[in-house]
């Protein structure tokens, strides 16, 4: 029934511009997840006034492939907009401004008449590119790409995953040939089916591979390379300012015309929301996947081993960019356990399974269900659990699932002081995962900093709640942002000495893992 709201696609209208005054008027913010779709409605205090959430169901037609319905996801939005706002008992005009944060790298294509999917959404976590990857590493195009990017040729990203749905699904084949298909990251389709408007943000576009992070454009010799028409781009805006993108259709959801003032990749959000403002503030996101970045400031660091360049954020004045480690598999591991292999039977079990076991000196688990990220960025390298022996236990095995999202974290943590010349002594953390507090206690031994685990589950779009409200007036700057962050402190309980040696075993199961399938 929602669905049908947006077969006529909506046009774009303009009004003039409400002004925000504290205490009136609310602001929400879509949060497209991996796994789910929530909408938050934030009061002008950043306090919630009301949510709703839906799950998004994935499906894997073969091995290392990773879809999601955009349909589905269309429907759950309108489900999650019109269900927070009956919650909140409010009209949805009294909403000054949207934003829009998101789960980044995946790739849609829709009918720029209809609005329609023309395939599935490939999800980030998609890995049918690795042999394209691999050819294009091999034509010599890493260097040119790295140096416009900031990113690694890699499935993870955008860029092959559009040369791959251009070339092997028939129906975007087709539109396109006829000059009807738009590509769009998941933002991009949401303002479409909201607005009427192809519209994208700096943050998004920055992890296409195909945007240059300096000129701040789609770059011509970056198509060229991965053969993607600039016909079928979204333009590229700042992520907030006074530049917004496009209001909201009365056909929509939100039968009222609101003004979209802020989008963000769901990272930049999170560290954005995280308050992290100054160069060398570092926050992870344990989630599905877990994502740990830097503040870099206003100057790109050219990584050297292995981390990520990208766009924090514009505000249309000024560009900050972030250097990031993304680790593939977190919140998924814990997924496996219970659902693949079925060794927990829900994920309270893990903290009462796994607590009380010593560090495991020999038994590790390397993460690498769909290869692994930053800073090895081996597509070919898979799982591994290594240190099995006869009398290895069910509570074992799930403790160095636990200790493997940790070793993970280190690995990049090194990278980030080594490339930066930064010293971290502490970093915040928030998503699912930071629920187990025996992680958060793990986390701080293994990687020796100080971990400061943060009470709001809604980071991500409050990140986003903050680019809307400093685009309406809410605050003349980020400094007047006066949110009051509760924050759990964990500190190292784990002797220097064992900690080099647990993490030399590590590097060693890492090793193992590495370049194991075949394609």
Request: charged share 25%; glycine share 8%.
């Amino acid at each position: 029934m929602l669905l049908s709201k947006s077969d006529a696609l909506p046009r774009t209208t303009v009004r003039k511009q409400k002004k925000a005054y504290p205490g009136e008027g609310y602001i929400g913010v879509l949060d497209l997840g991996t796994t789910s779709v929530r909408f938050i409605i934030f009061k002008l205090d950043s306090t919630v006034q009301a949510q709703a959430f839906q799950p998004i169901a994935q499906t894997y037609p073969q091995s290392g492939w990773v879809e999601e319905d955009l349909n589905e996801i269309w429907s759950a939005a309108c489900m999650v907009i019109e269900g927070a706002i009956d919650q909140g008992n409010i009209k949805a005009d009294s909403i000054l401004a949207l934003g829009i944060t998101n789960q980044r790298e995946s790739v849609g294509f829709w009918d720029k008449d209809s609005g329609k999917p023309l395939a599935p959404l490939i999800v980030w976590q998609d890995r049918r590119t690795s042999r394209l990857c691999k050819q294009l590493k091999d034509k010599g195009y890493e260097q040119a790409v790295r140096e416009k990017t900031g990113l690694t040729i890699d499935p993870y990203f955008s860029g092959t995953k559009i040369n791959w749905m251009l070339k092997n699904n028939d129906a975007v084949r087709d539109a396109a040939s006829r000059g009807r298909a738009v590509f769009g990251t998941l933002d991009s389709f949401i303002i479409y089916r909201l607005t009427g408007s192809h519209i994208t943000d700096y943050s998004n576009a920055s992890r296409t591979l195909l945007f240059n992070i300096s000129s701040l454009k789609w770059d011509d010799e970056l198509l060229d390379i991965f053969g993607v028409p600039k016909n079928i781009l979204p333009e590229a805006r700042p992520s907030y300012g006074h530049n917004y993108f496009g209001k909201t259709d009365r056909l929509s959801p939100f039968k009222a015309s609101i003004p979209i003032q802020c989008v963000f990749g769901d990272q930049q959000a999170a560290l954005f929301g995280q308050k992290c403002f100054y160069r060398g503030d570092v926050k992870s996101t344990f989630g599905t996947g877990s994502f740990i970045m830097m503040n870099s400031g206003k100057e790109k660091v050219n990584s050297k081993h292995g981390l990520l360049s990208t766009i924090f954020y514009s505000n249309g004045r000024e560009l900050f960019y972030a250097l990031e480690g993304s680790v593939y598999n977190t919140g998924s591991v814990f997924q496996w356990l219970k659902e693949g292999i079925e060794i927990i039977g829900d994920y309270k079990d893990i903290e009462f399974l796994a607590s009380g076991q010593d560090y495991q000196k020999d038994l590790f688990l390397v993460p690498a269900l769909t290869g692994m990220g930053a800073p090895y960025w081996d597509p070919l390298a898979r799982g591994l659990l290594i240190g099995i022996t006869r009398s290895t236990s069910k509570k074992q095995i799930v403790r160095a699932a636990v200790e493997s999202i940790a070793y993970r974290t280190l690995d990049v943590l090194n990278v980030l002081e080594r490339e930066t010349n930064l010293y971290i002594s502490s970093i915040k953390i928030d998503g699912g995962v930071t629920r187990n507090r025996l992680f958060c206690q793990v986390l701080a031994d293994i990687t020796g900093k100080e971990i400061n685990k943060l009470d709001l589950p809604e980071i991500t779009a409050l990140g986003s709640m903050y680019g809307a409200g400093l685009s309406i007036g809410l605050w003349s700057s980020q400094k007047d942002i006066k949110q009051s962050m509760g924050y759990q402190k964990y500190v190292s309980q784990m002797e220097v000495e064992l900690r080099n040696n647990l993490y030399s075993n590590w590097q060693r199961a890492v090793d193992r893992a590495k370049n194991w399938a075949q394609e």
